[in-house]
């Protein structure tokens, strides 16, 4: 079974700061995807970013990008310029492809980081 | 806003009754997936419905029960609650393929007292 690993329950960064939060993946896959999802006080689960494992150029959005390391099973979130808006719990996740064996669209979710953007 | 809608916001009831929560995709999405959001388990996969049909189980418990209707809308049936069945209960959905990324409506916070 895939799992996924937050080591980083709650971190702070000062406002336009630059923090990273970090992820790290168990699975025997090979075609999966990676994804990003961030949760604000309001409690909304809103999507951050999402990587594609074949590919080798790592994802970004706008201020949000991604550290894919393939081989080392790490999927890492830089956030540039920290907003106060970015306060919120950030979840990894891991979708794998349901067409090869044990592999299914749930999305499995780690036990996400909180991280307060402090002015 | 996502387009994701749930009903209720918020429901309180008592151990041993029943409840349903409600949940409408966004439009063209044909994939409903059910999570439940707890402090010691984190985000749990429920169950998947794709246009109508059951896709995926997760960690659902036997009380438990859904079922995608033909208008694609969801229900989530939770009976004889229990106290550990609080929880925020959120319902998403896709377009139905496997890598499309999913879109969460705002949840149902559930609290069996």
């Known amino acids: 079974a895939q799992t996924v690993t937050q080591s980083q329950p709650e971190m702070s960064v000062q406002e336009a700061e630059t923090v990273t939060l970090s992820c790290t993946y168990d699975t025997s896959e090979s075609n999966y995807y990676l994804f990003w999802y961030k949760q604000p006080p309001s409690r909304q689960m809103i999507l951050v970013i999402r990587q594609e494992a074949y590919k080798q150029q790592n994802a970004t959005e706008n201020r949000f990008s991604v550290n894919f390391q393939k081989a080392a099973k790490s999927f890492s979130l830089k956030i540039s310029d920290s907003q106060l808006g970015d306060t919120a719990m950030y979840f990894c996740a891991f979708m794998s492809s349901p067409f090869t064996l044990g592999g299914s669209e749930k999305l499995v979710f780690g036990k996400g980081t909180k991280l307060t953007v402090n002015p | 806003d996502s387009g994701v809608t749930q009903t209720p916001k918020h429901l309180i009831t008592a151990t041993g009754q029943r409840v349903t929560l409600r949940c409408s995709p966004r439009?063209?999405?044909?994939?409903v997936y059910w999570y439940q959001q707890s402090l010691d388990q984190g985000l749990q996969f429920l169950i998947q419905?794709?246009?109508?049909?059951?896709?995926a189980k997760g960690n659902i418990l036997e009380r438990f029960s859904a079922q995608q209707f033909p208008d694609l809308h969801s229900e989530l049936n939770l009976s004889s609650l229990e106290l550990g069945d609080s929880a925020l209960y959120f319902c998403?959905?896709?377009?139905?393929?496997?890598?499309?990324?999913?879109?969460f409506g705002n949840g149902t916070r559930l609290t069996v007292t």
């Open positions: 439009s063209g999405d044909l994939s």
């Open positions: 998403a959905s896709s377009v139905g393929e496997w890598n499309s990324p999913l879109h």
């Open positions: 419905y794709y246009n109508g049909e059951e896709r």
